[in-house]
């Protein structure tokens, strides 16, 4: 098993012109900072996304890159994008992990640590 160190790092915000809080519906978007600390190059092939809404809803997600890509993060770079979701209540989490390879086309994943989605002021 491969511990290369990558370092997922992620800032949310509550997208209120895109949600629809009559309707149960809550927009969030979530920037995304994958950054390589190890000594080789890594490429991202998969992402496997758990979400799960205030009312216990889990969605699993799995698809293959991240936003139509599978970067290559060299050693000591970072690679950075956003995405989106949406949810029937105000608050969720997120967590997961991604799946990389290694120069030697050894697997590996990246845990993807739970965060917080959440409308401003709905957690104290």
């Known amino acids: 098993m491969n511990t ?5 790092s992620v800032e949310t ?11 149960d519906r809550y927009a969030f978007a979530y920037h995304i900072t994958i950054e390589n600390c190890g ?4 490429q991202l092939l998969s992402r496997h996304w758990v979400i799960v809404d205030a009312n216990q809803e889990r969605k699993e997600v799995k698809g293959m890159g991240v936003i139509g890509e599978q ?3 060299a050693a000591g770079e ?5 995405s989106g979701v949406v949810l029937d209540t105000p608050v969720g989490t997120m ?10 086309g050894e697997p590996f994943d990246a845990p993807i640590r739970p965060f917080l989605l959440s409308t ?4 104290h």
């Open 120 to 123: 401003p002021n709905a957690v």
């Open 95 to 104: 967590e997961g992990s991604y799946q990389l390879v290694d120069e030697n």
């Open 71 to 73: 970067p290559l993060i």
């Open 4 to 8: 290369q160190p990558i370092v997922v």
């Open 13 to 23: 915000e509550y997208l209120s012109h895109q949600s629809q809080p009559e309707d």
């Open 39 to 42: 000594a080789e190059t890594a």
């Open 78 to 82: 970072s690679y950075s994008y956003s």
